[in-house]
């Protein structure tokens, strides 16, 4: 996996660690039949350790934590533990904006430079403005290649480059990492899909823009308190080492400890979450809006971001494409959903608005092509079958 790449690649298949016992159970009726499909696909991934949460009709319903954080301490993920969103940080920072736009402060179809204190323009298409719909839906023109030859990362550590110097040494003519091909794609603005992590850098800049704020201040504020989402942080730092799942990557068919990495791009992948913690944005997002007394979009407002689409240039393995959100096939059926993925990270989140059910799955290995398989099996036993 390199960084933040979609998760698409083959990766050999690692050997399988030693796993722990699951910990933190949060019901108590459970005959043991979940408990036991849920340890034979931690088997099955080959993952150090995993945490999964079920949410239905806006509520939280179940919570569990398998295997280990740290492999060499033998410390067992709980409930509590926080692991390394990866690109999942994306549908937070896609809802982020979208509370905007249901304040009336942002239009999805407004040129962006409207609200930016700088201009961005794709060379190729200088008159044709990006908007945030663009943005969301990875169709802005912005491209990624430069961002996957530069080495951004601070390694242990939180990145201490600012976001928006970031952007504008990327996106800006005079700025330091700017390329008229490697900024930005020979497609037009709304033309043709290509996953794209600047561009959802620039929607984070865009949130603290026309808010005022630093976007981590601002779902602090507007999303997480009112959901009430405890051991959640944009940062490193913010994550007790007695919480943290140490990342694990893969080195000649073996798991290996890896450093947490810090990007200037916080608002693409940088969030670190509790599977406790995370579950009310889940809950929300799989049932218009809501979760608990907090109402976080409007039902409209929130079916808008998982309406899917299928622009020009979209890969066959994705079926279709939201608001932040999009829609792949899991053992035969379309599922709405969203994957995270950096070295020693994958993380998977999976909506079904029909019955109001969100479930998400954080582990700390790499990607690997039994892992995604595990993860699918997963999502599809946890948004269908029983909770026992």
């Not at 999964?52 to 409930?79: C, D, E, M, S």
């Not at 599977?275 to 049932?287: K, Q, S």
Request: aromatic share 8%; glycine share 10%; hydrophobic share 45%.
């Amino acid at each position: 996996m390199n960084r933040r790449a979609f998760l698409t690649g083959a990766v050999a298949t690692m050997a399988t660690p030693a796993l722990g016992a699951a910990a933190a159970l949060d019901i108590t009726a459970d005959n043991g039949r979940l408990d036991a499909f849920l340890k034979e696909q931690l088997r099955n991934g080959a993952f150090p350790g995993m945490a999964v949460g079920i949410a239905r009709a806006g509520k939280v319903v179940l919570t569990r934590g398998y295997g280990f954080a740290n492999v060499a301490q033998r410390r067992p993920v709980t409930t509590d533990t926080m692991f390394h969103l990866a690109s999942v940080t994306k549908t937070v920072t896609a809802t982020a904006i979208m509370m905007l736009v249901e304040a009336g402060r942002i239009e999805l179809d407004a040129p962006v430079n409207r609200y930016l204190d700088f201009e961005v323009l794709n060379p190729a298409h200088p008159h044709a403005a990006i908007t945030a719909r663009h943005l969301l839906m990875h169709v802005s023109g912005i491209s990624d290649e430069t961002y996957y030859k530069v080495d951004f990362r601070t390694v242990g550590k939180d990145s201490s480059l600012p976001l928006g110097t970031f952007l504008k040494d990327y996106l800006l003519p005079d700025g330091r990492h700017y390329s008229v091909t490697g900024s930005f794609s020979p497609a037009a603005p709304g033309a043709n899909y290509d996953y794209c992590n600047v561009g959802y850098a620039l929607l984070g800049y865009l949130v603290e823009r026309v808010a005022d704020e630093d976007l981590r201040v601002f779902t602090q504020a507007r999303m997480f308190d009112p959901l009430g989402m405890r051991q959640v942080s944009w940062t490193i730092a913010g994550v007790p080492k007695a919480l943290m799942a140490t990342p694990y990557d893969i080195v000649d068919d073996r798991i290996v400890p890896t450093e947490p990495v810090g990007f200037p791009d916080f608002p693409v992948g940088m969030l670190r979450a509790s599977i406790a913690g995370f579950m009310p944005f889940v809950a929300a997002a799989a049932n218009r809006g809501a979760a608990g007394p907090a109402q976080i979009l409007t039902a409209t407002d929130q079916a808008e971001m998982l309406t899917m689409h299928v622009p020009q240039g979209l890969p066959d393995w994705v079926t279709g494409q939201g608001l932040g959100w999009m829609e792949s096939s899991a053992l035969g059926k379309r599922r709405i959903n969203h994957w995270g993925g950096d070295p020693g990270v994958f993380t998977a989140v999976y909506l079904d608005p029909a019955s109001t059910t969100g479930v998400a799955i954080f582990t700390n290995g790499s990607a690997t092509p039994a892992s995604k398989t595990a993860i699918k099996a997963i999502a599809e036993r946890l948004l269908t079958g029983p909770l026992a």
